[in-house]
């Protein structure tokens, strides 16, 4: 079996990897959208999470239909990691219903998809503003609802899809419209390193890596465990995690203050919140939390001020010094 580059050992890139901690903590953040550079480790950290993850139960993973409990065994299976093509079909995407063996058979004939293969794991899709906008918005749908229906001529097939949702893309290379981006729960932005001694350590960890992967990976097993630890804690902690009103009216005055537009800002800065402050083994929100995930759960949900110069960044990070005093 393949070994993955260890999680713990990307260098730098601290925002992309605390919102994926997130997402992996509470799959209803929504997914993560990542902006950058081509090279920065997108895709490896998304695959080495996943790998890092403990296996889940087979009959939670993959395709059953709707309705249909699927069978109970002590089977285990790593944790889906689905990369989706920038060509993908539609029908390769949620499945393919076969009609003339439905018609001549009278058998629902379904070929599972990519969405049947992420269930229970990650869909990952590299340069998602180069998709088709109807694609997106199908998937985006699905990961919402965590079921994928597929209705060809009357003929309908329903079965769980959920997934974490993780996209991709270079905005020089085309915007994604903000309808769609907005239904993303957290944005992150990544970039190249300026700073000599990171880049340096990223190759010396590539190079050993390429070299001897099980050695190199067994050099961080120590802090792998240690992260895996952190998810595990998160997720038996979220649910009794509280968000006092304060928390929430914080939330809901930094929406207002940057001027994002609907509740969906509001719904993600709670959640995500929350989760972080799960990671962190914190019975409640504070606004420290609130403070650092709210460019990730807010950037992308801004409209450009005509007379404001600054970034998205830069607008909620000044929104913040107002709201919460040092």
């Given at each position: 079996?393949?070994?993955?580059?260890?999680?713990s050992?990307?260098v730098?890139?601290?925002?992309?990897?605390?919102?994926?901690?997130?997402?992996?903590?509470?799959?209803?953040?929504?997914?993560?959208?990542?902006?950058?550079?081509?090279?920065?480790?997108?895709s490896?950290?998304?695959?080495?999470?996943?790998?890092?993850?403990?296996?889940?139960?087979?009959a939670?993973?993959?395709?059953?239909?709707?309705?249909?409990?699927?069978?109970?065994?002590?089977?285990?299976?790593?944790?889906?990691?689905?990369?989706?093509?920038?060509?993908?079909?539609?029908?390769?995407?949620?499945?393919?219903?076969?009609?003339?063996?439905?018609?001549?058979?009278?058998?629902?004939?379904?070929?599972?998809?990519?969405?049947?293969?992420?269930?229970?794991?990650?869909?990952?899709?590299?340069?998602v503003?180069?998709?088709?906008?109807?694609?997106?918005?199908?998937?985006?749908?699905?990961?919402?609802?965590?079921?994928?229906?597929?209705?060809?001529?009357?003929?309908?097939?329903?079965?769980?899809?959920?997934?974490?949702l993780?996209g991709?893309?270079?905005?020089?290379?085309?915007?994604?419209?903000?309808?769609?981006?907005?239904?993303?729960?957290?944005?992150?932005?990544?970039?190249?390193?300026?700073?000599?001694?990171?880049?340096?350590?990223?190759?010396?960890?590539?190079?050993?890596?390429?070299?001897?992967?099980?050695?190199?990976?067994?050099?961080?097993?120590?802090?792998?465990?240690?992260?895996?630890?952190?998810?595990?804690?998160?997720?038996?902690?979220?649910?009794?995690?509280?968000?006092?009103?304060?928390?929430?009216?914080?939330?809901?005055?930094?929406?207002?203050?940057?001027?994002?537009?609907?509740?969906?800002?509001?719904?993600?800065?709670m959640?995500?919140?929350?989760?972080?402050?799960?990671?962190?083994?914190?019975?409640?929100?504070?606004?420290?939390?609130?403070?650092?995930?709210?460019?990730?759960?807010?950037?992308?949900?801004?409209?450009?001020g005509?007379?404001?110069?600054?970034?998205s960044?830069?607008?909620?990070?000044?929104?913040?010094d107002?709201?919460?005093?040092?």
């Open positions: 079996m393949r070994v993955s580059f260890p999680f050992a990307i730098g890139q601290d925002e992309m990897k605390l919102a994926l901690l997130i997402a992996a903590v509470d799959a209803r953040i929504g997914g993560v959208m990542v902006f950058g550079d081509r090279g920065t480790g997108k490896t950290a998304v695959r080495a999470l996943a790998a890092l993850l403990p296996p889940i139960p087979a939670e993973a993959g395709y059953h239909p709707a309705g249909e409990a699927p069978v109970r065994s002590k089977a285990t299976t790593p944790v889906p990691f689905v990369d989706l093509p920038l060509g993908a079909t539609e029908d390769r995407v949620v499945g393919a219903l076969d009609l003339e063996r439905a018609l001549g058979a009278g058998v629902k004939a379904f070929e599972p998809g990519l969405l049947a293969r992420a269930n229970g794991g990650f869909l990952y899709i590299d340069e503003n180069l998709l088709e906008d109807h694609i997106v918005d199908l998937l985006l749908d699905v990961a919402a609802s965590g079921e994928n229906v597929v209705e060809r001529e009357g003929l309908s097939v329903r079965h769980p899809a959920r997934f974490v993780v991709s893309g270079n905005p020089e290379e085309g915007e994604l419209r903000p309808q769609l981006l907005d239904r993303f729960g957290l944005s992150v932005e990544v970039r190249t390193p300026q700073v000599l001694a990171e880049r340096v350590e990223i190759l010396k960890r590539c190079d050993a890596f390429e070299r001897t992967p099980d050695a190199f990976a067994a050099t961080w097993t120590k802090a792998e465990r240690k992260t895996l630890k952190r998810i595990a804690h998160g997720r038996a902690a979220l649910v009794s995690v509280a968000v006092p009103d304060a928390v929430l009216g914080l939330a809901s005055r930094l929406c207002i203050a940057v001027g994002a537009d609907g509740l969906r800002g509001e719904l993600t800065l959640r995500a919140g929350r989760a972080l402050a799960a990671l962190d083994g914190d019975t409640a929100v504070g606004p420290g939390h609130i403070r650092q995930v709210a460019p990730m759960a807010l950037r992308h949900r801004l409209r450009r005509v007379l404001d110069e600054t970034g960044t830069a607008r909620i990070e000044r929104a913040l107002d709201l919460i005093p040092a």
